[in-house]
């Protein structure tokens, strides 16, 4: 008869507040799995039959209360709609206090008479109790009902000697004791059962902890042997961290349902407590529950959104592919995800509060639905946002992290979503732009990037002596470790790449990791300028010809090296 439900959300803490929070959030979120039902316990008492589909064409201009006794539901008593709803509900509390008074006297169920009598001069039915008046059925209390009044009258005084029999009966000893019992057992079940919770939520906390402090490095910036493996491993910590939230978040859900549905179920015990399931089941303490109810919501899809894409990169990194661009794009998908999540959540949320409090959600959705294609025109830039961000994140042409030129503005993505991308510039200025804006974005962190480093050195220069200076070189950088993890490939120095009066142009490509082409160029140029003092080459130097007195041809060379620069260094 009794149902020991073990659902529901929060976890233990020794701390008063968070205990009293809990216990209130308990209490809320039984009324998710209990709105709109009677009290437990009811079903075999509670006879009433709504029969809404026999009621008149005019029911929805009908208002009605609820009449109760020791917390089940009778019968309903209904007005006109028609500024009626304070009387009506006089009306319902006075048959209420007329019936507890019987209910909490001494009477005798041999001499209980309930009748349904015809008032001559109103020509409508009464019901009397014990020759004591209790009401009169009007005409509209039956239609509601799609009866005529009288044989509505006769079931109604069924409904009330079936009521008066079961108060007499649970206010006996004996049931007490019986109720008093079981009680007692369902708050043992209650106690072992959150202890065990209490238990193992302590466990994972703790396997969290040590998780996390396994996760201590960064994943390395390149792809080795020993990198997978390091990479793979804080992987699958990552996973299992993960794992962890969302059983601790189970056994939250476990926690506060037992506790709220062992309450919910102790109070429909008793006759004299069982009207407190009518006040968990009212509206303010259903928007708390449905705001209690959103808010674990959120936070459990962001749990299961950062699970499901650690999946992903985990069957990617299966593959090889490049894990550092692999995570730049989960993380920016994770948070478009969490956000378009919330906002669905947060909207379901608002509309079940709304449908709590009593509104009609067919119109407002349909008027929603007319103001939402008023808004598309009136916010077409806005929609063009939205669909080229998520074409932006879809094809992957750049995430949060990547470095980008977009026209004449560039810098590092620090914040993107379906509406904008937030760059920040060399001189720390924050540029948003609107990702409709976005036609033509460079990346230069993609991947890989190259160091495309060219030198004019002077004409007279043995070609042979400057490119084995260069290879040199870049063999001796690439041979470093701490430079090795910054170098995809070995460097290739091109050769000569143009001939003029100023000198001979040499190439030199660097294949690096995203983001590290600067640092190496950087690095390079400085180990090209001394290795070039001590070779004695000379940098390249614009020549001119003149004609003297005698017209014979001089060179002379300028002396200002400030109008050559030493190299040439652009980014691919």
Known sequence: MFNRSTQSTSCFSPKWFRSATLFVAAIALTIIFSSGQSAWAQAEFFKLNWLMGQSPSNVASIDNAVVRLDGYQLFVVAAPALNQRFPLEQRARGIEDELNLIANSNFDLDSLQVKATLDQESAQPVISINER?????????????????????????????????????????????????????????????????????????????????????????????????????????????????????????????????????????????????????????????????????????????????????????????????????????????????????????????????????????????????????????????????????????????????????????????????????????????????????????????????????????????????LRKLAQEIYQEHIWRAKIIEPPEVLGIDDLQHSGMLIRTWIKTQPLQQWSVAREFRRRLKLIMEQEGIEIGIPQQFELGKNSLPQVIRESNTNSQKCDDTSVN
């Not at 009401?135 to 000697?161: E, H, Y």
């Not at 990552?238 to 962890?244: E, F, M, P, R, Y």
């Not at 379901?348 to 119109?363: E, N, Q």
């Not at 598309?376 to 074409?391: E, M, Y």
């Open 133 to 469: 008046y209790l009401m009169t059925v009007t005409t509209i209390d039956a239609q509601l009902q799609g009866r005529d009044p009288q044989g509505w009258a006769n079931q109604i005084t069924q409904i009330l000697r079936e009521a008066l029999t079961r108060s007499k009966l649970e206010r006996q000893p004996e049931f007490l004791l019986n109720r008093g019992l079981i009680a007692a057992g369902i708050i043992l079940v209650m106690i072992v059962v959150i202890r065990l919770i209490t238990y193992w939520l302590g466990r994972l906390k703790l396997q969290k902890d040590t998780i996390e402090a396994h996760i201590e490095h960064e994943a390395p910036p390149y792809l080795d042997a020993v990198a997978v493996i390091d990479l793979q491993q804080q992987l699958e910590q990552q996973q299992k961290a993960n794992l962890s939230d969302l059983k601790r978040r189970a056994l939250e859900v476990a926690y506060v349902g037992t506790l709220g549905s062992g309450i919910f179920v102790i109070l429909g015990m008793f006759p004299y407590s069982r009207w407190l399931q009518s006040f968990l089941l009212s509206t303010p303490l259903q928007i708390v529950a449905i705001a209690f109810g959103t808010y674990l919501l959120v936070r459990v899809s962001n749990l299961l959104i950062a699970y499901f894409l650690g999946l992903l990169k985990a069957r990617d990194f299966a593959s090889l592919k490049p894990y550092q661009r692999l995570d730049l794009r989960v993380s920016t998908v994770s948070q478009v995800l969490r956000n378009v999540a919330a906002i669905i959540l947060v909207g379901l949320g608002i509309l079940a509060i709304l449908s709590a409090i009593g509104f009609d959600l067919i119109p407002l959705l349909a008027g929603a639905g007319i103001v939402g294609i008023a808004i598309s025109f009136a916010a077409q830039g806005l929609i063009k946002d939205v669909i080229n961000g998520f074409l932006i994140i879809l094809e992957d042409q750049y995430a949060v992290g990547d470095v980008i030129v977009v026209g004449e503005l560039g810098g590092l993505v620090e914040n993107m979503n379906l509406r904008i991308t937030q760059i920040r510039n060399n001189e720390g200025q924050l540029i948003t732009i609107p990702n409709s804006s976005i036609a033509i974005v460079q990346n230069l962190s993609k991947d890989w990037a190259r160091v495309d480093l060219t030198i004019r050195v002077a004409y007279d220069t043995n070609p042979a002596l400057a490119l084995n200076i």
